[in-house]
C-alpha cells in the first residue's frame, strides 16, 4: 500500500539555523508534491508545489527538492526564525486521481528556539 | 475574501449521540474534502466531492458516516450513534477542482465523545 514517511515526529533548532525536513515515500509515483503548514487549532495552509519533472523550488525563505529517484522530497527553512515554529506536512497527488488527488503524510512539528 | 468556515468549533457528545458538522467552502470553489485528524497521526482522507460527480467517499470508516453537499456549496458530515474512537479533528477544505489542485482548510471542528 502507499506509505508516506516524514523524519521524524519533532526538530528542534535554534533561530538562525536552516532547517530541513524530510518526506519520503514508496509504492508510489506522485506527480506532483505539496507542502503544508499547520498551527496549533487551525487548518493546513499551502506553502509550494512542484512538479515530477522540477528538481527544486523556492520562494522566500522556503526551498523544496523532489527527487524520484530517491522517491524523497526536502524541505528547507534558511534563516529560521520562532515564527517558523508549526507542523510541516507533505502530500502527495497525480492528475486525475480521486480521494482529493492528495495523499497527506503525519507531519513534522519544526520547533526554533530563540 | 472569506475561507473556508466550519461549525460548530467545538462539539462535545455522548457516546449513542448523531451529530451534524456544517462546512462552508469558498465560494466558486467546485471540489469539497472531508478529512479526520486524531492526535498524533495525519490527515485521514473521508470523502470528496467534485462538481456534480458522485462523491468518492472511499474514506469513509463506517456506514456510520455520510456526508452530503446541497447545492455544489455547503456540506454536511453526520455520524450517527457516535463512538470515542470517533474523537478527532474534523476538517473540511475546498478547491477550485484543477489538476494539480491547492486544498484550503477550514479551521476544523474538534469532536469530543464522552
Known amino acids: 500500500s502507499q506509505k508516506i514517511e516524514q523524519n521524524s515526529e519533532a526538530l528542534n533548532i535554534q533561530e538562525g539555523k536552516t532547517a530541513t525536513l524530510t518526506c519520503n515515500y514508496t509504492n508510489y509515483s506522485p506527480a506532483y508534491l505539496q507542502w503544508y503548514r499547520q498551527d496549533p487549532g487551525r487548518g493546513p495552509v499551502f506553502l509550494l508545489l512542484i512538479r515530477e519533472n522540477e528538481k527544486e523550488k523556492r520562494k522566500e525563505r522556503l526551498k523544496v527538492t523532489f527527487d524520484t529517484t530517491l522517491k524523497q522530497s526536502l524541505f528547507h527553512i534558511t534563516a529560521s526564525q520562532p515564527a517558523d515554529s508549526a507542523t510541516y506536512l507533505c502530500?502527495?497527488?497525480?492528475?486525475?486521481?480521486?480521494?482529493?488527488?492528495?495523499?497527506f503524510g503525519k507531519g513534522t512539528k519544526l520547533s526554533v528556539k530563540p | 475574501g472569506a475561507g473556508v468556515s466550519q461549525s460548530p468549533s467545538n462539539k462535545v457528545t455522548e457516546k449513542g449521540k448523531d451529530v451534524e458538522l456544517r462546512c462552508d467552502p469558498i465560494s466558486g470553489h467546485t471540489a469539497l474534502y472531508w478529512y479526520r485528524q486524531s492526535l498524533g497521526q495525519g490527515l485521514e482522507f473521508l470523502i470528496y466531492f467534485q462538481g456534480n460527480s458522485a462523491p468518492d467517499k472511499s474514506g469513509l470508516p463506517s456506514d456510520r458516516f455520510s456526508a452530503e453537499r446541497t447545492g455544489g456549496s455547503v456540506s454536511t458530515l453526520t455520524i450517527q450513534r457516535t463512538q470515542q474512537e470517533d474523537s478527532a479533528v474534523y476538517l473540511c477544505a475546498s478547491s477550485w477542482g484543477l489538476d494539480p489542485d491547492t486544498q484550503y482548510f477550514g479551521p476544523g471542528t474538534r469532536l469530543t465523545v464522552l
Open positions: 502530500a502527495l497527488g497525480n492528475y486525475g486521481g480521486s480521494q482529493g488527488n492528495l495523499i
